[in-house]
Nanobody, 116 residues
Framework: QVQLVESGGGLVQPGGSLRLSCAAS????????MSWYRQAPGKERELVAG????????NYGDSVQGRFTISRDNAKNTVYLQMNSLKPEDTAVYYC?????????WGQGTQVTVSS
């Protein structure tokens, strides 16, 4: 079955960096685009970044453009989110997402807290 397992979250000071990872299994990873979403308390889940199957196309939410970078390693079935210049408003649970055929899958999420 499809599994997405996020890791790498934690507490970081404003201006700091974190790198999230999402290990995928149960499907042909290299055949599907991947995305990162986040959800802050009291807010709707929002798209953070997406990456195409081979990694040649990437898109970002307006609030993270220029600070976050999505990448993938198809040999390791893993997608990454490098987050730099973190702000308190980046505090949220970050989720890995994949749409495999017609089904949408989510990881369990990893908490990112940006605070001094």
């Amino acid at each position: 079955q499809v599994q997405l397992v996020e890791s790498g979250g934690g507490l970081v000071q404003p201006g700091g960096s974190l790198r999230l990872s999402c290990a995928a299994s149960g499907f042909t990873f290299s055949s599907y685009a991947m995305s990162w979403y986040r959800q802050a308390p009291g807010k709707e889940r929002e798209l953070v970044a997406g990456i195409s199957r081979a990694g040649g196309r990437r898109n970002y939410g307006d609030s993270v453009q220029g600070r976050f970078t999505i990448s993938r390693d198809n040999a390791k079935n893993t997608v990454y989110l490098q987050m730099n210049s973190l702000k308190p408003e980046d505090t949220a649970v970050y989720y890995c997402n994949a749409v495999v055929t017609t089904h949408e899958y989510w990881g369990q999420g990893t908490q990112v807290t940006v605070s001094s």
